[in-house]
């Protein structure tokens, strides 16, 4: 019978010492996520400034933005590059005689 207070001691002890890993980890998780997500959010920023400066420059800087951002620096084929160049060069014409 004296095993059984020591058993609901252990078990609470356990559930103690699991809750507080949960919640550490949990902390260091959400910590993770604001890091990730202020992290994907100047990317995202510094994505769209590359392109709006390479819509208003020309063509090399556009492919420049494009290299960077799209490609994430590995493009071996600079024909893909200048497709690419073209294809937003195209659709920049596109929205623009759209009439609002």
Do not use: H
Request: charged share 20%.
């Amino acid at each position: 019978m004296s095993s059984a207070p020591c058993s609901a001691v252990y078990r609470v002890c356990l559930s103690v010492q699991i809750f507080t890993v949960i919640l550490f980890v949990l902390q260091i998780d959400a910590i993770l996520r604001k890091e990730a997500m202020k992290a994907m959010t100047e990317t995202f920023y510094a994505a769209i400034f590359g392109y709006d400066e390479g819509i208003l420059s020309d063509d090399c800087v556009l492919a420049a933005a494009l290299w960077r951002n799209l490609f994430n620096r590995q493009c071996e084929d600079p024909q893909q590059l200048e497709l690419m160049v073209e294809y937003v060069r195209k659709q920049v014409c596109l929205f623009l005689s759209v009439s609002s």
